[in-house]
Structure formats: structure tokens, C-alpha cells
């Protein structure tokens, strides 16, 4: 069946750091590629998606892009914020299931 | 637009009651789904509702069960609660098309004492 594998936290930055999450998948067909962040005491927010091959996904200075070639869907942020710390969670769609299957989330805390 | 509410926010049980947690969608949607997140296993599939029918079903036992009503509305239903049963339960809404995007309430968090 389908699943998401990523990368266990926490991870642990300064602000204004390089952030990098790593995501891979397997699935059948061209599954659809989510991020969803929570926030403390929140539940999930959707935070990007791609859809297709090649397609980057960026919202709030976060990007990702869909790799087909290495079933990928890293998450990246040039320079993260305080504000950014949550935890994230990984998930594909595919199969005309309607349900997205979620990673285990990772967790994020940035120090000032 | 109001977002999707969940109530109760809290809840706190013994061993072998049962509990129904309700989940208001937003307004037009038409799907409800509904995880169970916990430390050890993370974000884990109950079951999803469409127009009042249950569409999609996770691996859980049959004590998890649930409804939806002709407003949308859901209800999910746990009999001869357990211990490991503590968890924040999330519902998410959406119009239920493939690749829609999931709002999520802020969960009710039951703990089983």
C-alpha cells in the first residue's frame, strides 16, 4: 500500500537557518504531494502541495518539489523564524482514495 | 467562513464507558474524515464520510464507529474505551473531490483514565 517515510525529529535550528525535511514515498500511479503543519494546540494546516512531476509547491517561504525520480517531496525554508516552530507532516493522495496518507510528522523547534 | 469546530475539546474517561466526540464541518463540505493522533504512532485513518455515507474505513477495531448527518455534521462513537485509546482525535472537512484540500479542527483531546 501506499505510505510516507520521514525524517524523525526534532529538529533543532537556530533562527534564521537552513531548513530541510526530508520526505520519500511509495505509492502506485502519480499520487498527489502534500505538507500540512500544526502548531501547538492546532490542528493540521495545509501548507503546500504539488500535484504533478517536477511541480514545485511553496507558501510562506517554504518550498517543495515533487521528484519523481527519487519519490521525493523534501521540504525546504532559506531562513526559518521562531514562529516556525511546529510540527510537519508529509502526506500523499492517489488511487482516487479521497484520504491522504500522513508521515509520522516531524517535529521543528527554532531557537532565537 | 467559521472553521471546523470539534466538541468537546477535553474529555475524561475510565475504562469501559463509552464516548461520542462531535465535529461541525465547514460550511458546503461535504466530507468529514477522522484520525487518531498519539506520540507513538502519529496521524492514524479512522474513517471518512460523504453525503452521509460511510466512504473510506482505516484499520481500526469495531468499537470506532461513526455517523454523519444530512447537515454534514459528524459524530464519532468509541465503546469499552481502553487505555490505549488516549488520544487527540482530529476531524478534517473538505468538498471530497480527490486532491481537496483537508481543514482541520483543533481535535478533542480524550484522555482514558
Known amino acids: 500500500g501506499d505510505s510516507v517515510t520521514q525524517m524523525e525529529g526534532p529538529v533543532t535550528l537556530s533562527e534564521e537557518a537552513f531548513l530541510t525535511i526530508n520526505c520519500t514515498y511509495t505509492a502506485t500511479g502519480y499520487p498527489s504531494l502534500f505538507w500540512y503543519v500544526q502548531y501547538p494546540g492546532e490542528g493540521l494546516q495545509l501548507l503546500l502541495k504539488a500535484t504533478k512531476a517536477d511541480d514545485k509547491g511553496s507558501n510562506k517561504g517554504f518550498e517543495a518539489t515533487y521528484r519523481k525520480e527519487t519519490t521525493s517531496f523534501h521540504l525546504e525554508k532559506g531562513s526559518v523564524q521562531v514562529s516556525d516552530s511546529a510540527v510537519y507532516f508529509c502526506a500523499l493522495e492517489g488511487g482516487g482514495s479521497y484520504i491522504p496518507t500522513f508521515g509520522r510528522g516531524t517535529s521543528l523547534i527554532v531557537h532565537p | 467562513k467559521a472553521g471546523v469546530t470539534q466538541t468537546p475539546r477535553y474529555l475524561i474517561k475510565t475504562r469501559g464507558q463509552q464516548v461520542t466526540l462531535s465535529c461541525s464541518p465547514i460550511s458546503g463540505h461535504r466530507s468529514v474524515s477522522w484520525y487518531q493522533q498519539t506520540p507513538g504512532q502519529g496521524l492514524q485513518f479512522l474513517f471518512e464520510?460523504?453525503?452521509?455515507?460511510?466512504?473510506n474505513k482505516g484499520n481500526f477495531p469495531g468499537r470506532f464507529s461513526g455517523r454523519q448527518f444530512s447537515n454534514s455534521r459528524s459524530e464519532m462513537n468509541v465503546s469499552t474505551l481502553e487505555l490505549g485509546d488516549s488520544a487527540l482525535y482530529l476531524c478534517a472537512s473538505s468538498l471530497g473531490g480527490s486532491d481537496e484540500k483537508l481543514f482541520f479542527g483543533s481535535g478533542t483531546q480524550l484522555s482514558v483514565l
Open positions: 464520510y460523504f453525503s452521509e455515507t460511510q466512504r
